[in-house]
């Protein structure tokens, strides 16, 4: 209808779908726009007049500068370790022929169930002070101090190991998709085994490492349950400095700032990305692709380090994963000590936790808030993806703008900005207050996931063939009636995924979930976090093994529902 | 039936559809011909209703349908990939007209099943998944989805396009057959001269948004009436002045104007008839094609001729032999 003037389609809206669009746009002034203009308000302006004085505090704050330099310390530190890793976990299990590579990948791919606070914890748990490692260190060398296990070498060591599953998603994808005949072709002309891996297969992976390196680099700095659990006084970042700060209302300011040069760095950081997401592409012009064949390495000793090294990761990988599996089926005792007697093994722990209100409410809480925001979510984004799939003009492209502000800013500055607007009454929400509520934690769920629903729901929207509308709509069916019986049905499976991998990264979600929780109401990541302290009680312990593993349980089931069998199919 | 008048269609600056006027008979196979972007298939979807034009009318029986609502304007369409829905089945899908308009369900069973009998869908076909479906069974979905509705117009827009050569021959066989055996006005889009001259009653052939002949296939083919068409339609070759000067066609050719001769008009064997002319020329390129040799010759007066010659079990002209080729005056369009 292009020919249709604006009065005219203004006249052929749906009433319902005006509302509908009502919504959205109040949504988004409400909880995307207004927090975050506000904290810049709640920096720079004291009883309406302009003032640096948070900006004075903060130089004056020798933690706060502190903290600055340490997450800048972690994230250039974690750049070249998560890389390092990384790229060498995808030369074991894609590109040179390892033995046993389908169980080191099985073995490397285990941070994709188990991830954020429930992997720090569970590194501690191994490794920390009555760890069951550190025990057994302590036996070989008993001079060694038992409490080796904190600050920047902690903190670095575990976040290496927990970062690299986006390395072996999408740079393994990256290599899988590198057409051999290129490789073929450089062995035709007399090329080595490493000359061709960096002269033709690196240069072909240097994007998608690019992108992988920004995403470290803002996870570096954005870190929050690692230099909570493992930093100790001596090392802490931004983050746990802002969730110090925000508990004081003297020091709101001071959280605020320090978020908002979080985002600052993000957002420059992200446009870097967005701009070599664009520039640096390599398209194969090979007509006929031919699949990558696994590379031998020539080399006898190169062989034999190599099998080592890739042995050696896949135990890191592994050893927390099986420690945390075997104690969660052991009493309180040997989970204290880390010690395993044959009298030690119960299965008390699991009945706890389905049995006992107390034990099994974190469950329910989680449950509740990652069901609630997966759905509020994706019916959103579903409403947005139509909106931007039927209408192609500006008031479309700053609807997808506004719903993408979220992916340009840490959670941090988007907790901050939710708890220092909304913790007293304001016109635009009715004059209601929501800081300490338990909507807060809800609204925070939802507003970080709509970057990734809607990108995903929108590329579902985007790959369907626009003749179906015009075919239904020449049937005689309404937009609605083509939406819900036509198009629907077909976007479903993949609305459906995204759907379970939201609820699956709510469930355990730390870093936002620490700043907006309900004391009465504490979701999992908050009492997986807490059992980490050394004052928390041995049951305590248990029982967040017990989370823990059914949590990789839940993460195992979803991520194969949504990759696995689409895979095979 | 179906008048368009001073049709006009914009896309800001561009003109996709310029003062378009033309009308099809009722019960006519009518074919919208022409290469890519020049406006057939908007012309179609304006028809349909997708598209609002930016100026004059479309007329249905007399009345004005230019601002009627697609549902309204009786039209079944039929979609390049067909766009039968995915997710529903056959019956599904030919019923969903019929569920909109919310016809009773004994009413849709019976239509639905008698359209599936008329398209030659068999019963187990329809709780079949649409993709489970080859090209040709698709295509019936198609059309029984766009004739259960009993519209006054069937609008094809490229059916055939998506499938490969030996498919195409077949469908286009049945989908005459449909239309002959549904009576119904059929407005047919498609780039592929083959299918219009072989499908249609008449063609209009389209460029850059203009229409240039409204004809009979024989007429579009035999008497292009621009240099576009002729050139559009059909292998052909065209007369350079220097032949026309060096030879006897000079007293009937004027060789100030583009001159072209179908391949199959030009022959090798001497033509009765009084303004039949002899070139002499070499064979420079012979191809086979089974029934037919197709020859290139370079002719003693200047340029190319290209002839076909039946396979009749001869020995073949060999590249290089010297040849008189022959043409009637009568056969050459000019422009």
Same mark, same amino acid.
Request: charged share 15%; net charge positive; with cysteine.
């Given at each position: 209808m292009?020919?249709?003037?604006?009065?005219?389609?203004?006249?052929?809206?749906?009433?319902?779908?005006?509302?509908?669009?009502?919504?959205?746009?109040?949504?988004?002034?409400?909880?995307?726009?207004?927090?975050?203009?506000?904290?810049?308000?709640?920096?720079?302006?004291?009883?309406?007049?302009?003032?640096?004085?948070?900006?004075?505090?903060?130089?004056?704050?020798?933690?706060?500068?502190?903290?600055?330099?340490?997450?800048?310390?972690?994230?250039?530190?974690?750049?070249?370790?998560?890389?390092?890793?990384?790229?060498?976990?995808?030369?074991?299990?894609?590109?040179?022929?390892?033995?046993?590579?389908?169980?080191?990948?099985?073995?490397?791919?285990?941070?994709?169930?188990?991830?954020?606070?429930?992997?720090?914890?569970?590194?501690?748990?191994?490794?920390?002070?009555?760890?069951?490692?550190?025990?057994?260190?302590?036996?070989?060398?008993?001079?060694?101090?038992?409490?080796?296990?904190?600050?920047?070498?902690?903190?670095?060591?575990?976040?290496?190991?927990?970062?690299?599953?986006?390395?072996?998603?999408?740079?393994?994808?990256?290599?899988?998709?590198?057409?051999?005949?290129?490789?073929?072709?450089?062995?035709?002309?007399?090329?080595?085994?490493?000359?061709?891996?960096?002269?033709?297969?690196?240069?072909?992976?240097?994007?998608?490492?690019?992108?992988?390196?920004?995403?470290?680099?803002?996870?570096?700095?954005?870190?929050?349950?690692?230099?909570?659990?493992?930093?100790?006084?001596?090392?802490?970042?931004?983050?746990?400095?802002?969730?110090?700060?925000?508990?004081?209302?003297?020091?709101?300011?001071?959280?605020?700032?320090?978020?908002?040069?979080?985002?600052?760095?993000?957002?420059?950081?992200?446009?870097?990305?967005?701009?070599?997401?664009?520039?640096?592409?390599?398209?194969?012009?090979?007509?006929?692709?031919?699949?990558?064949?696994?590379?031998?390495?020539?080399?006898?000793?190169?062989?034999?380090?190599?099998?080592?090294?890739?042995?050696?990761?896949?135990?890191?990988?592994?050893?927390?994963?099986?420690?945390?599996?075997?104690?969660?089926?052991?009493?309180?005792?040997?989970?204290?000590?880390?010690?395993?007697?044959?009298?030690?093994?119960?299965?008390?722990?699991?009945?706890?936790?389905?049995?006992?209100?107390?034990?099994?409410?974190?469950?329910?809480?989680?449950?509740?808030?990652?069901?609630?925001?997966?759905?509020?979510?994706?019916?959103?984004?579903?409403?947005?993806?139509?909106?931007?799939?039927?209408?192609?003009?500006?008031?479309?492209?700053?609807?997808?703008?506004?719903?993408?502000?979220?992916?340009?800013?840490?959670?941090?500055?988007?907790?901050?900005?939710?708890?220092?607007?909304?913790?007293?009454?304001?016109?635009?929400?009715?004059?209601?207050?929501?800081?300490?509520?338990?909507?807060?934690?809800?609204?925070?769920?939802?507003?970080?996931?709509?970057?990734?629903?809607?990108?995903?729901?929108?590329?579902?929207?985007?790959?369907?063939?626009?003749?179906?509308?015009?075919?239904?709509r020449s049937?005689g069916?309404?937009?609605?009636?083509?939406?819900?019986?036509?198009?629907?049905?077909?976007?479903?499976?993949?609305?459906?995924?995204?759907?379970?991998?939201?609820?699956?990264?709510?469930?355990?979600?730390?870093?936002?979930?620490?700043?907006?929780?309900?004391?009465?109401?504490?979701?999992?990541?908050?009492?997986?976090?807490?059992?980490?302290?050394?004052?928390?009680?041995?049951?305590?312990?248990?029982?967040?093994?017990?989370?823990?593993?059914?949590?990789?349980?839940?993460?195992?089931?979803?991520?194969?529902?949504?990759?696995?069998?689409?895979?095979?199919? | 039936m179906i008048t368009f008048r001073d049709l006009?269609i914009?896309?800001?600056?561009?003109?996709?559809?310029?003062?378009l006027?033309l009308r099809i008979?009722e019960?006519?196979?009518?074919?919208?011909?022409?290469?890519?972007?020049?406006?057939?298939?908007?012309i179609l979807r304006s028809l349909a209703g997708f598209i609002a034009p930016?100026g004059g009318s479309i007329l249905l029986k007399n009345r004005d349908i230019t601002h009627v609502p697609i549902e309204h304007r009786g039209i079944g369409m039929?979609?390049?990939?067909?766009?039968?829905?995915?997710?529903?089945?056959?019956?599904?899908?030919?019923?969903?007209?019929?569920?909109?308009?919310?016809?009773?369900?004994?009413?849709?069973?019976?239509?639905?099943?008698?359209?599936?009998?008329?398209?030659?869908?068999?019963?187990?076909?329809?709780?079949?998944?649409?993709?489970?479906?080859?090209?040709?069974?698709?295509?019936?979905?198609?059309?029984?989805?766009?004739?259960?509705?009993?519209p006054s117009i069937?609008a094809?827009?490229?059916?055939?396009?998506?499938?490969?050569?030996? &498919? @195409?021959?077949?469908?286009?066989?049945? $989908? #005459?057959?449909?239309? /002959?055996?549904? %009576?119904?006005t059929?407005i047919? =889009?498609?780039?592929?001269?083959?299918?219009?001259?072989?499908?249609?009653?008449?063609?209009?052939?389209?460029?850059?948004?203009?229409?240039?002949?409204?004809?009979?296939?024989?007429?579009?083919?035999?008497?292009?009436?621009?240099?576009?068409?002729?050139?559009?339609?059909?292998?052909?070759?065209?007369?350079?002045?220097?032949?026309?000067?060096?030879?006897?066609?000079?007293?009937?050719?004027?060789?100030?104007?583009?001159?072209?001769?179908?391949?199959?008009?030009?022959?090798?064997?001497?033509?009765?008839?009084?303004?039949?002319?002899?070139?002499?020329?070499?064979?420079?390129?012979?191809?086979?094609?089974?029934?037919?040799?197709?020859?290139? &010759? @370079?002719?003693?007066?200047?340029?190319? $001729? #290209?002839?076909?010659? /039946?396979?009749? %079990?001869?020995?073949?002209?060999? =590249?290089?032999?010297?040849?008189?080729?022959?043409?009637?005056?009568?056969?050459?369009?000019?422009?």
């Amino acid at each position: 209808m292009y020919a249709q003037t604006w009065k005219g389609r203004f006249r052929t809206v749906h009433p319902a779908a005006l509302v509908l669009y009502g919504l959205i746009a109040w949504f988004i002034a409400a909880f995307l726009i207004y927090p975050n203009l506000n904290i810049y308000y709640q920096i720079f302006f004291k009883d309406g007049v302009f003032s640096l004085e948070a900006v004075e505090k903060l130089l004056s704050s020798g933690r706060a500068m502190r903290s600055l330099y340490n997450s800048f310390l972690l994230a250039v530190s974690l750049v070249v370790t998560v890389n390092a890793v990384g790229i060498t976990l995808v030369l074991f299990t894609e590109y040179f022929a390892i033995k046993g590579a389908k169980l080191l990948r099985f073995g490397y791919y285990t941070t994709l169930i188990y991830s954020g606070v429930v992997l720090v914890s569970g590194y501690k748990f191994v490794y920390g002070e009555n760890g069951f490692v550190t025990k057994l260190l302590a036996g070989w060398f008993p001079k060694m101090d038992t409490s080796w296990f904190h600050g920047y070498g902690a903190v670095l060591f575990v976040m290496t190991f927990a970062c690299t599953s986006n390395h072996v998603l999408f740079l393994g994808n990256a290599m899988r998709k590198i057409d051999y005949q290129t490789i073929e072709a450089a062995r035709n002309m007399g090329a080595s085994t490493f000359y061709i891996f960096r002269r033709v297969v690196l240069p072909v992976l240097k994007p998608t490492l690019f992108a992988l390196t920004i995403l470290i680099f803002l996870t570096g700095l954005a870190a929050t349950s690692a230099p909570l659990i493992l930093g100790g006084v001596e090392f802490q970042t931004i983050t746990p400095m802002i969730l110090t700060f925000s508990k004081s209302m003297t020091s709101r300011d001071l959280a605020a700032l320090l978020a908002l040069i979080l985002g600052l760095a993000t957002l420059i950081l992200l446009t870097v990305m967005i701009r070599l997401e664009r520039g640096g592409h390599f398209m194969s012009v090979s007509k006929v692709k031919s699949e990558l064949v696994k590379q031998r390495i020539a080399s006898r000793l190169g062989n034999a380090v190599a099998h080592t090294l890739a042995y050696g990761l896949f135990l890191i990988y592994m050893i927390p994963v099986v420690l945390i599996v075997v104690f969660s089926f052991t009493d309180a005792h040997s989970i204290a000590t880390a010690t395993l007697r044959p009298g030690s093994f119960t299965l008390d722990n699991y009945a706890l936790v389905f049995s006992s209100m107390t034990a099994f409410k974190p469950y329910l809480v989680s449950i509740a808030y990652a069901a609630a925001a997966s759905v509020a979510v994706v019916a959103l984004a579903l409403a947005a993806s139509r909106i931007l799939h039927k209408y192609k003009n500006k008031w479309a492209t700053a609807l997808e703008y506004a719903l993408l502000i979220p992916w340009m800013l840490p959670a941090t500055l988007i907790a901050i900005g939710l708890i220092v607007t909304f913790n007293e009454p304001r016109a635009i929400l009715g004059n209601l207050v929501l800081t300490g509520t338990v909507w807060m934690l809800l609204i925070g769920y939802v507003i970080v996931h709509i970057p990734f629903t809607l990108r995903m729901v929108k590329a579902s929207f985007f790959s369907l063939d626009p003749n179906l509308e015009d075919a239904a709509r020449s049937l005689g069916a309404r937009t609605f009636y083509t939406f819900r019986k036509v198009l629907l049905p077909i976007i479903l499976p993949s609305t459906m995924a995204v759907l379970a991998l939201n609820f699956n990264n709510t469930l355990a979600d730390y870093d936002l979930t620490v700043f907006l929780y309900h004391p009465l109401y504490q979701p999992l990541g908050i009492v997986i976090k807490n059992s980490t302290d050394a004052q928390a009680l041995a049951d305590t312990r248990a029982l967040t093994l017990v989370y823990s593993v059914i949590l990789m349980v839940m993460s195992a089931i979803t991520l194969y529902f949504v990759y696995g069998k689409s895979r095979k199919g | 039936m179906i008048t368009f008048r001073d049709l006009q269609i914009h896309f800001d600056s561009f003109h996709a559809v310029k003062d378009l006027n033309l009308r099809i008979e009722e019960g006519e196979f009518f074919t919208f011909l022409g290469p890519s972007g020049c406006g057939k298939t908007t012309i179609l979807r304006s028809l349909a209703g997708f598209i609002a034009p930016s100026g004059g009318s479309i007329l249905l029986k007399n009345r004005d349908i230019t601002h009627v609502p697609i549902e309204h304007r009786g039209i079944g369409m039929v979609f390049q990939n067909y766009a039968l829905f995915p997710t529903m089945n056959v019956y599904e899908n030919i019923a969903f007209g019929m569920r909109v308009n919310k016809a009773g369900k004994a009413e849709i069973d019976r239509e639905v099943r008698d359209i599936a009998r008329k398209v030659d869908l068999q019963e187990e076909q329809l709780f079949k998944k649409v993709s489970e479906l080859s090209g040709g069974q698709q295509q019936r979905v198609a059309i029984a989805r766009a004739l259960v509705l009993k519209p006054s117009i069937l609008a094809l827009d490229e059916p055939l396009s998506n499938l490969d050569a030996k &498919l @195409r021959v077949q469908l286009r066989h049945e $989908l #005459k057959q449909l239309q /002959q055996q549904f %009576g119904i006005t059929t407005i047919y =889009v498609t780039h592929d001269q083959e299918e219009a001259l072989t499908l249609s009653n008449r063609i209009a052939v389209f460029n850059s948004g203009n229409l240039e002949q409204v004809g009979t296939p024989q007429e579009i083919y035999n008497h292009s009436r621009t240099e576009f068409v002729c050139n559009f339609i059909g292998d052909i070759n065209r007369i350079e002045p220097e032949m026309i000067a060096g030879s006897r066609l000079r007293e009937k050719v004027d060789p100030g104007r583009a001159a072209y001769i179908r391949n199959e008009k030009v022959s090798m064997h001497p033509l009765p008839g009084v303004d039949a002319v002899q070139l002499r020329g070499t064979v420079i390129e012979r191809e086979f094609y089974g029934l037919y040799s197709k020859y290139v &010759l @370079r002719m003693a007066a200047g340029g190319l $001729l #290209k002839t076909i010659e /039946q396979e009749s %079990g001869q020995a073949p002209r060999r =590249v290089g032999e010297e040849a008189w080729v022959y043409m009637r005056t009568g056969d050459i369009m000019q422009f």
